[in-house]
């Protein structure tokens, strides 16, 4: 089967926004609902995991600094992910910080622990979104300590692809959510090369900017054949609406 079989962006319609809710509401009723503007972050702190957030719409950062002047972003959380501050790493001014307006729905943990014999369904859906992420986090570590850079850039557009892409005259469009600082630090890449990294892409006619943060996939087999992860990176971000499920 070929990338184009597997993928196909004249169906494509995008993973970014808010879906319908089932579950959710269900959660809602007995959460805290926390509104982040662009950019705003909501500290979390490892040492007191007193709460559960659950993204409910916009995409959120979890980022931390090892020095005065250095910085990681251990992860991205999309809508329907699940985060305890206990995963986040024990570095200073652990955060999450909203890329772009986000809706999180934030739960005491009793509340939480409380759905394993009130709410099965509820609690379950909550575990295996906690171990999705797990595996988008092994392959994200596995990206960065294997892969070049090249590839890397190449495996954060496939990302951004199934997850927020639409179909457009000559391609696949997103907005990308991350700065271009951001997009380094996710990477471990110098500014310098990312930038480099993505005139390469632009010049060989796989993607196409249309503006400092809009950017086309003109050639989506193209951008397959430049990751050697392509194939799991489609199998865990394809097709994925998991507030369905909540």
């Given at each position: 089967?070929?990338?184009?079989?597997?993928?196909?962006?004249?169906?494509?319609?995008?993973?970014?926004?808010?879906?319908?809710?089932?579950?959710?509401?269900?959660?809602?009723?007995?959460?805290?609902?926390?509104?982040?503007?662009?950019?705003?972050?909501?500290?979390?702190?490892?040492?007191?995991?007193?709460?559960?957030?659950?993204?409910?719409?916009?995409?959120?950062?979890?980022?931390?600094?090892?020095?005065?002047t250095r910085r990681v972003l251990p992860g991205l959380?999309?809508?329907?992910?699940?985060?305890?501050?206990?995963?986040?790493?024990?570095?200073?001014?652990?955060?999450?910080?909203?890329?772009?307006?986000?809706?999180?729905?934030?739960?005491?943990?009793?509340?939480?622990?409380?759905?394993?014999?009130?709410?099965?369904?509820?609690?379950?859906?909550?575990?295996?979104?906690?171990?999705?992420?797990?595996?988008?986090?092994?392959?994200?570590?596995?990206?960065?300590?294997?892969?070049?850079?090249?590839?890397?850039?190449?495996?954060?557009?496939?990302?951004?692809?199934?997850?927020?892409?639409?179909?457009?005259?000559?391609?696949?469009?997103?907005?990308?959510?991350?700065?271009?600082?951001?997009?380094?630090?996710?990477?471990?890449?110098?500014?310098?090369?990312?930038?480099?990294?993505?005139?390469?892409?632009?010049?060989?006619?796989?993607?196409?900017?249309?503006?400092?943060?809009?950017?086309?996939?003109?050639?989506?087999?193209?951008?397959?054949?430049?990751?050697?992860?392509?194939?799991?990176?489609?199998?865990?971000?394809?097709?994925?609406?998991?507030?369905?499920?909540?």
């Open positions: 089967m070929s990338s184009t079989d597997e993928f196909d962006p004249m169906t494509h319609t995008g993973r970014g926004a808010p879906a319908s809710a089932g579950l959710l509401d269900q959660l809602r009723a007995m959460a805290s609902v926390v509104r982040l503007a662009h950019h705003q972050r909501l500290p979390v702190d490892p040492a007191q995991p007193g709460s559960l957030y659950v993204v409910s719409s916009g995409i959120l950062v979890l980022q931390a600094d090892v020095t005065d959380l999309y809508p329907g992910d699940v985060f305890e501050p206990a995963h986040a790493p024990p570095l200073k001014d652990a955060a999450l910080m909203a890329a772009t307006p986000a809706e999180v729905l934030r739960l005491n943990m009793k509340s939480y622990a409380s759905l394993a014999e009130d709410n099965t369904g509820l609690y379950r859906a909550l575990h295996q979104r906690l171990v999705a992420q797990h595996a988008r986090l092994t392959l994200h570590v596995n990206t960065i300590g294997m892969l070049s850079g090249e590839e890397r850039v190449a495996a954060l557009l496939i990302e951004f692809t199934l997850r927020l892409g639409k179909p457009v005259a000559g391609g696949i469009a997103f907005e990308t959510p991350l700065t271009r600082s951001d997009i380094a630090d996710y990477l471990a890449l110098n500014r310098d090369t990312l930038s480099r990294l993505m005139s390469r892409l632009k010049a060989s006619r796989i993607l196409l900017q249309m503006d400092r943060s809009h950017l086309v996939v003109r050639d989506w087999d193209g951008l397959v054949a430049e990751c050697p992860i392509a194939e799991p990176l489609q199998a865990l971000h394809r097709g994925v609406n998991p507030l369905r499920k909540l």
